[in-house]
């Protein structure tokens, strides 16, 4: 890790915000050297669209001029949720740590996912048995758990990886999405609340209600407009643990993917203190969770893919690999003109 | 080749229609399959979105329960167009074949991209030396030519590869593209022009007006709505060979990517002969090229990718065949709620 990690045991919100004061800008020098070179390969101006752009944006944050993803990882962080007792998603709590055991067993959609791409998939466990407590009735959990969690979430940032995939898992956690969503850009349950697992019907008015309760509750935190403070309040350890893991990637000059909207809503967090935090990260995918595209808009975030998936897990993260591992490839393999003996442009 | 490919140097549109004629349809069995298993695996109900769909397809047009992309093949048909000569295009007609020199030598693109997803990659070439004659002068070539053409095409689709990425190559072939969709689908040039390799201002005028200048010349035939006719008028080389390909893939139960706005119109000449003719075929990407977006409405496809891309040569559609693998490989790799020992749905 590098020296700017936290302990893990004695993090605080303050040295968090310290780290954001120091955020790094990419790598201008490599990103004119991408633009230079594309504008002589062997192809129109332009005409491999979104390629050239995600080329030099993986060269700026890599920094260098010949950017690759060759060893990605895929971060998936799980936590449990007090709010799951409220009955709002269709799965019962358990199921987080469920499904854990299916990612240690190989048995998930991610470790499929993962094998496709030979992607290194860390599983994450924050303290499952100890849920967070049930932010309709107080703060989901202190600083010191929060920041821990960050810290944490740092250490999946490690040196040599080229690309961090993140994702969750947890049981409800599309509920505590939708809240501190709601806390750190406003408006209400109504706006932020989705189907998540499945909820429909009464099930869903109840999550909504959940979401408008708890706004209710932690109005004069809201209020001061803590990001920091507001992911204690109404967040969990996973989303913590991300933005631990987007921050620390920032100061290693690992390009992130983030996945659906509970994993961009924990990066957000970043982009509510700092416009520039994210700067680093590309969303993979527009996620089915409505609240998702209403996220998109508000951090300016332009999703790879539209597949109407909603799973969770970094699927779609990893999903997205292969077109960054192709945006590399011609980038760094194609011809130039002058190699190829291609006349150029006649007009 | 299967039985039904004929004799190349004696191929007839009337051929090509009794082969439209016995389309065969998906395997019904793989699709219930394929739809019977996503319910039981480790996710709610259909969280994966698209990637469950394209299970689907690929089951039922590979006729098998559990299907796989592990032999995928990428076919770029070049031709030469008389029309190119009219100034269409931001490049001077001999790119054509100085673009084939370099997808043999592996500089384009597309060898990357082919590379990157250990696919087979093939350049058809067709007859380079002897453009198509300029259509705004009389029809682009004979119906023998364009017969040819196609079952030259139907080559590509050889047993054993489990599936077929189509591409082309061909300075002025949006000009070609553009004529023939307003041949096929009504409307003029100004409907389906756009600045293909980057033409703009005047030059793109110049290109609407050819476009116009050829519907005027082929009114009658136009009027006659024969799809295979219009193609011989107005079409290339590339565009027949193509359907043809298309064609063969349906009859050999492979399934099909189309690439861009060229690529698509050539396969719209067998859905504008019958509907059914393109259901084992996904369009991989949006082009940015105009024309492309109302092709894809004409003919009823969404796009799997929308990256602002507009190079051809299959470059598209090989970049989304890792998300076709990934769909094969979540639904064969993950376990059932019963084999991990999750709980299944609450409500």
């Not at 970043?270 to 527009?286: E, K």
């Not at 897990?313 to 192709?326: D, I, N, R």
Request: charged content about 20%; hydrophobic content about 45%; aromatic content about 4%.
């Amino acid at each position: 890790m590098n020296a700017q990690t936290p302990d893990k045991s004695r993090a605080t919100f303050e040295e968090m915000r310290r780290i954001l004061r120091e955020l790094p800008g990419p790598d201008q020098e490599a990103v004119t050297a991408v633009v230079h070179r594309e504008s002589q390969l062997t192809k129109p101006a332009g005409a491999l669209g979104r390629l050239e752009q995600i080329a030099e944006w993986l060269a700026g944050w890599q920094g260098r001029a010949r950017p690759q993803v060759e060893r990605p990882r895929i971060a998936v962080f799980a936590g449990t949720h007090g709010v799951a007792a409220r009955g709002v998603s269709a799965y019962p709590p358990e199921v987080t740590q469920q499904m854990v055991q299916n990612f240690l067993s190989g048995g998930a959609a991610i470790n499929q996912l993962a094998q496709a791409i030979d992607a290194d998939l860390r599983i994450y466990e924050l303290d499952l048995a100890h849920p967070t407590a049930d932010f309709t009735r107080g703060p989901a959990m202190s600083e010191a758990r929060a920041a821990n969690a960050m810290a944490y979430g740092m250490m999946a940032a490690e040196p040599g990886i080229d690309l961090l995939c993140l994702g969750e898992m947890g049981i409800a956690n599309t509920t505590t999405a939708a809240t501190l969503c709601a806390a750190l850009f406003g408006g209400r349950g109504i706006d932020w609340a989705g189907p998540g697992t499945g909820v429909q019907g009464e099930a869903l008015q109840r999550k909504i209600a959940v979401i408008d309760e708890a706004l209710v509750r932690h109005k004069d935190l809201i209020g001061t407009h803590d990001p920091l403070d507001l992911l204690a309040a109404v967040g969990g350890e996973e989303f913590a643990a991300i933005a631990g893991a987007v921050l620390a990637a920032r100061m290693g000059r690992i390009p992130v993917l983030l996945d659906g909207f509970a994993c961009t809503t924990a990066a957000a967090v970043l982009w509510a203190i700092d416009r520039r935090a994210l700067a680093h990260c590309l969303v993979a995918h527009r996620s089915a969770e409505p609240g998702h595209t209403r996220l998109l808009e508000t951090i300016g975030q332009r999703p790879l893919l539209d597949f109407g998936m909603r799973l969770g897990e970094a699927s779609a993260a990893a999903l997205a690999v292969p077109l960054l591992k192709a945006a590399a490839a011609c980038h760094n393999g194609m011809a130039t003109f002058a190699e190829a003996g291609v006349s150029s442009k006649s007009s």
